[in-house]
């Protein structure tokens, strides 16, 4: 079978559950061939062999089941990187390059600064700030050994040196006397009565990475409450979160006594990342 017909097919199996079919079935036939998706524009001609058929097939049956593309694949585009990701881990989203956006700009007068990302997962946040600052020191901690040993990979994946990453539930296994110019995290956020969480991908995603207590602020808070003795004074704690919560965090900020709490919103105009200051 033809390229093209197998890319018709398959977009025409993928419609009824994914509002991108023909690029999903470009992405799985490129990840089967190991080609990127311009091929099929410059060889829609080329004749599939049977063995590449079943297995696209069986890539096909995965999607239609809706797992991840991700998932699937085992990797994901994040900022510049090309990450690997697996079932014990979030996979990286469009959305929080905007958290790693706001993060450069606080980092933009800091030589060799000191910065923490919480919950790391697949370690995108830390390593994205890590090449983008590579005179700084990025530390980046999980609770889930998988996903320390997978964002090490990354790290050596991409040749990132200037980052390390622990095992930890949030500060626990931080040196008591380390402080950081910068803290940033990704944390669960999402209420557990949340009907989102049985739909798409995230049905999928470990509920662990995207479930909180307290209409989904008790790790923020908790985050918050402890942040204040590792940061420099004039420190930055800052993080992603749900597009309604803007406000929650921000209350929850200035009550710790942190200035210049503000929010940001993400590239659909969302309130998605908020942050504040350690007075100094």
């Known amino acids: 079978m033809r390229i093209d017909e197998s890319l018709q097919g398959a977009s025409e199996r993928l419609r009824f559950m994914s509002d991108t079919a023909l690029l999903d079935a470009q992405l799985l036939l490129g990840h089967v061939l190991n080609v990127t998706t311009a091929y099929f524009y410059s060889w829609p001609e080329k004749t599939l062999t049977d063995q590449e058929l079943a297995e696209f097939d069986i890539l096909l049956k995965r ?19 090309e990450l690997a990701v697996a079932p014990c881990t979030l996979i990286p989203r469009a959305d929080t390059e905007c958290l790693v956006e706001q993060a450069l700009v606080v980092l933009a007068d800091k030589v060799q600064a000191k910065v923490l990302d919480l919950g790391t997962g697949t370690g995108a946040i830390a390593l994205a700030l890590a090449k983008e600052c590579p005179e700084a020191k990025v530390t980046g901690v999980d609770v889930i050994a ?45 209420d557990l009565e949340d009907q989102h969480l049985s739909q798409g991908d995230v049905r999928f995603e470990p509920k662990t990475a995207l479930v909180a207590d307290n209409k989904g602020m008790a790790d923020i808070e908790h985050i918050v409450k402890q942040a204040q003795w ?43 990342v908020t942050m504040g200051r350690k007075p100094f």
């Open 230 to 272: 590792f940061l420099l004074a004039g420190g930055f704690l800052m993080f992603e979160h749900g597009f309604d919560q803007a406000q929650a965090v921000r209350d929850c900020l200035l009550g710790a006594g942190f200035i210049g709490v503000k929010s940001v919103q993400d590239f659909g105009g969302n309130d998605r």
């Open 146 to 190: 998988e996903a320390v040993t997978l964002a090490q990979q990354n790290a050596l994946t991409n040749g990132i040196d200037n980052v390390q990453f622990l095992q930890s539930s949030w500060f626990e296994q931080i040196p008591k006397d380390s402080r950081y110019d910068l803290i940033v995290s990704n944390p669960p956020y999402i």
């Open 63 to 81: 999607r239609e089941l809706g797992e991840p593309i991700a998932y699937i694949m085992g990797k994901q585009a994040f900022w510049s990187l």
